[in-house]
């Protein structure tokens, strides 16, 4: 989803400045709390030189610019092949995700969006949600029980991380003895989307997408086989009716998509699980409050995801010569949008280090434009309807000890574990 180009530019800030902020972005204490860099990165100015070239966007109005802009386009195979250096995105697992929506641009953006169409509309959603709370359900259950036994439980392993594998597992049609290979290659493979990936995370990141195209090759193989009433079949009926017969062009945009479509949603989805509940209930008097008043549940959420944004870091590139916040930006040239230090930039929202249920603040944690994330109502469907059952099934839970983070990571954030007891 990022990718680093090397570009000149101009900025009154030195490129070396925001080197020690990305240091301590990439250490524990900076992992569990990115707040402080972000207020650092805003003092440097809306739009901050990085070190490789191109820049940082921080600020909340030059992120939506970016994001919603036609003239940013996604780093896509076209312009990889424009840079001095296309062999930095010859590997497998990068040019595996290349193919993916997100870094497609129109015309196959708009073509592959326009045949999923709207997949969580209101009522598709309203239809999901008998399922989506029965998931839930079963899940607490479980969590309740491994906390009567061993005194505490890991929320993420139990609860965050399952959630939106069942969920997305019965929207595709995924059975549930896979999931625990689903997340494990999925960790692995999220490496080739970071900004800077080291040649032993890409040798990671290889292995787990040569275990992912086995996988939903096999998947699509035999739903072909045997049609359920699933969307992976009806995405399979669409592209075989409209690829004119050439049944390797319409496997290769279903594998693309419908990778795409459930990797996507497994890290993400779980982040904003695990810190929905964590800062929802690490206040006792906040959890009651929620408890006594669940119409707050949804602006909760909302709080939640401008908070901690589940991807921090998303790149764009500027389709011709362009100035963005009083800096030009060349053509070509990469643009970083951090999704965090948006959300906490306090021209936007103000005291932005304050967690407010209340605030009806702004965020950008689903992006925004032709690329804004199909998954984002599920998402928020998936997050309400567990804050909901948790408080009341459990108005006294906890965190036992600080939630942990992964540290290796400057893009997709990672909740790790969150023990917790009630």
Request: glycine letters at 6%; proline letters at 6%; hydrophobic letters at 40%.
């Amino acid at each position: 989803m990022n990718a680093v180009g090397h570009h000149p530019g101009t900025s009154t800030v030195s490129r070396r400045a925001v080197i020690p902020l990305l240091r301590r972005l990439r250490s524990a204490e900076g992992a569990a709390n990115p707040r402080p860099v972000w207020a650092a990165l805003h003092e440097l100015g809306d739009v901050v030189p990085a070190p490789w070239g191109g820049y940082f966007v921080v600020g909340f109005d030059a992120c939506n610019e970016v994001l919603r802009g036609r003239k940013w386009q996604s780093t896509d195979f076209d312009w990889q092949q424009r840079q001095d250096n296309p062999e930095r995105w010859s590997d497998l697992a990068t040019r595996e995700m290349t193919r993916t929506l997100p870094r497609l641009n129109a015309p196959a953006h708009t073509c592959q969006r326009r045949a999923v169409g709207t997949p969580f509309d209101r009522a598709s959603l309203e239809a999901l949600r008998p399922m989506i709370a029965a998931l839930i359900s079963s899940l607490l259950d479980e969590l309740e029980a491994e906390i009567r036994a061993e005194g505490h439980a890991d929320f993420m392993r139990v609860v965050g991380e399952q959630l939106p594998a069942l969920s997305v597992g019965e929207w595709i049609g995924i059975d549930r003895a896979d999931h625990a290979h689903l997340l494990d290659f999925t960790h692995r493979q999220v490496y080739a989307q970071e900004l800077l990936p080291t040649r032993s995370q890409l040798a990671v990141s290889e292995q787990a997408t040569l275990e992912m195209r086995e996988f939903f090759t096999r998947l699509i193989r035999e739903r072909r086989a045997r049609p359920g009433d699933d969307v992976l079949t009806q995405w399979i009926a669409h592209f075989d009716a409209s690829s004119g017969g050439d049944r390797a062009a319409a496997d290769q945009i279903i594998y693309d998509l419908t990778m795409f479509v459930t990797i996507a949603s497994l890290e993400t989805s779980a982040v904003l699980l695990g810190n929905t509940v964590h800062l929802a209930t690490s206040d006792p008097a906040r959890a009651a409050w929620l408890t006594a008043h669940p119409e707050h549940i949804a602006s909760t959420v909302e709080e939640a995801l401008r908070w901690d944004a589940p991807i921090s870091i998303n790149s764009r590139v500027a389709s011709e010569d362009l100035v963005l916040a009083g800096v030009p930006i060349p053509r070509d040239t990469t643009v970083h949008v951090m999704y965090g230090a948006a959300a906490h930039d306090p021209r936007r929202n103000p005291d932005p280090d304050t967690f407010d249920p209340l605030r009806r603040g702004g965020h950008l944690s689903f992006g925004g434009g032709p690329h804004y994330c199909l998954g984002a109502g599920l998402a928020r469907l998936e997050a309400q309807e567990l804050l909901g059952q948790v408080l009341k099934r459990f108005p006294t839970l906890r965190a036992v000890t600080p939630p942990v983070f992964d540290d290796t990571r400057l893009v997709f954030r990672r909740l790790v574990s969150l023990d917790v007891q009630i």
